[in-house]
């Protein structure tokens, strides 16, 4: 069965501090598509990022990192010196041969000033 | 207007109205899909746009009807609700179906009474 774990619920640092929130998926297919979703308290999700299965290269955005391991079928997400507009909660999706998005529960990142 | 709108952005209603919730994407894009978000529920597909013909209903209740007259224009008819349908609705939109990226609105957030 497919499935995406994000086993934090909600993480709290300071602004600056660097925060990882771990993104864990299953799935039986070879080929597959993993993404990032933010959703600011205004409630649009916003696009980060889409890893298909085969691109194994970590990715370096600014300030946003995300490491992509199939040998513990990890897609995880960093974000180094936090700012305070980071503050949302970040989705990790998996979609597979059904093209269905299969959606975390999410990780409510809090970054205090 | 850029990326994906949704009209409104909130809606109060009673049980007994009828309402529609409308989104429209300016992105050249050939999927729209419906999505549901519950609070501590992960988010819901009810339904899927593929040039114009509906390709997914999630059994979702007849209650909801949607509509795509056109690849840039999704509608979402309400009659009837129920209290616990109050949630945030969200629209998105892909090139095709199949590996693409979801683009998101900003929802509407529903309040059933």
């Known amino acids: 069965a497919q499935k995406v774990t994000q086993a934090q619920t909600e993480i709290s640092v300071v602004e600056k501090e660097d925060v990882t929130l771990d993104c864990v998926y299953e799935t039986r297919d070879t080929t597959y598509y993993l993404f990032w979703y933010k959703q600011p308290p205004s409630g649009e999700l916003v696009f980060l990022i889409r890893?298909?299965?085969?691109d194994e290269q970590n990715e370096i955005s600014g300030r946003y990192s995300w490491n992509f391991q199939k040998s513990t079928s990890s897609f995880n997400f960093t974000i180094t010196a936090s700012q305070v507009v980071d503050s949302a909660v970040y989705f990790c999706?998996?979609?597979?041969?059904?093209?269905?998005?299969?959606w975390g529960a999410g990780t409510k990142l809090i970054i205090k000033p | 207007e850029t990326g994906v709108t949704q009209t409104p952005r909130h809606l109060v209603m009673g049980m007994t109205n009828k309402k529609s919730l409308k989104c429209e994407q300016h992105?050249?894009?050939?999927?729209m899909y419906w999505y549901k978000q519950s609070a501590k529920k992960p988010l819901e597909l009810m339904f899927v746009?593929?040039?114009?013909?509906?390709?997914e209903n999630n059994s979702v209740p007849s209650r909801f009807s949607p509509e795509c007259p056109n690849s840039s224009h999704l509608f979402l008819h309400l009659h009837t609700l129920q209290p616990e349908d109050s949630a945030l609705y969200l629209c998105a939109s892909s090139q095709e179906t199949v590996g693409e990226t979801q683009y998101f609105g900003p929802g509407t957030r529903l309040l059933v009474l």
């Open positions: 999706a998996l979609m597979d041969s059904n093209y269905q998005l299969i």
């Open positions: 890893r298909n299965s085969f």
């Open positions: 746009y593929n040039f114009k013909e509906q390709t």
């Open positions: 992105l050249g894009h050939n999927a």
